[in-house]
């Protein structure tokens, strides 16, 4: 059988006003133990490789030594559940229990604390007026919302991605940041996923992007490498 093991050239961060932190899911929904319900999937891959420590070392790095960082947030308002096109099987799980609901695009009822607020222990990160919170995904990917806009108006080059889906939300925003002509690092251990009768979803994410990016590092290694770059 033969093994992929072709290795692309090392990359190597360049201007720091080139590279964006670009995160998924900074959510209640997915890091919040207590009122999550999506966290019950990917709790043993949360805390296996600390991801939620990860997170927030990527986060205060990037905070203290001035990187960009763009969040897309995952939420749902009552008008989208006027569409009919059947979803795929975490889409209709994702749909019955309620996932990250949103009263309306200009109304914050109900949102502080909820599943779709932000996880309050990175609310300093987020909302500290620097961070981009861009328009919410509707699926997976970055398709729907301006992810790609805002890295575009900041010239940014290279992005390093996280986040508590890796091999769905996460893997599908960075398919499209690559084919947005982007070069793109992964980090390895500031990830989690879900299991299914097929295999382990962290496994999958890391059999594609060893694949598809141009590097996957860990956080300690992602951090070297940034305050190097600064």
């Known amino acids: 059988m033969f093994t992929f093991t072709h290795r692309n050239p090392e990359m190597k ?3 720091k006003k080139r590279v964006a932190l670009v995160l998924a899911d900074m959510q209640n929904e997915f890091l919040e133990e207590k009122t999550g319900t999506y966290y019950a999937l990917i709790e043993d891959a949360l805390k296996k490789r600390d991801v939620i420590g990860n997170l927030e070392k990527l986060l205060k790095t990037a905070q203290e030594l001035g990187y960009f960082i763009i969040h897309s947030p995952h939420w749902y308002y009552p008008t989208d559940r006027q ?3 059947p979803p795929g099987a975490i889409g209709h799980y994702l749909g019955g229990i309620g996932f990250c609901g949103r009263k309306d695009p200009v109304d914050l009822e109900g949102f502080q604390g909820s599943r779709a607020d932000y996880y309050e222990p990175f609310k300093k990160y987020l909302m500290d007026g620097h961070t981009c919170n861009t328009s919410p995904h509707k ?3 970055c398709e729907s919302n301006d992810v790609i806009k805002q890295l575009r108006m900041r010239r940014v080059e290279q992005v390093i991605m996280a986040g508590p889906v890796a091999n769905i939300c996460l893997e599908s925003h960075m398919r499209d940041v690559i084919e947005g002509g982007f070069e793109v690092a992964m980090v390895r251990d500031a990830v989690a996923a ?6 382990d979803g962290y496994a999958a994410a890391m059999v594609n992007y060893r694949f598809m990016a141009n590097a996957v590092w860990t956080t300690e290694e992602t951090v070297q490498r940034m305050k190097a770059a600064a």
């Open 194 to 199: 879900g299991v299914n009768e097929e295999g």
């Open 139 to 141: 699926v997976f990917g």
């Open 83 to 85: 569409w009919t096109v």
């Open 13 to 15: 961060l360049g201007e």
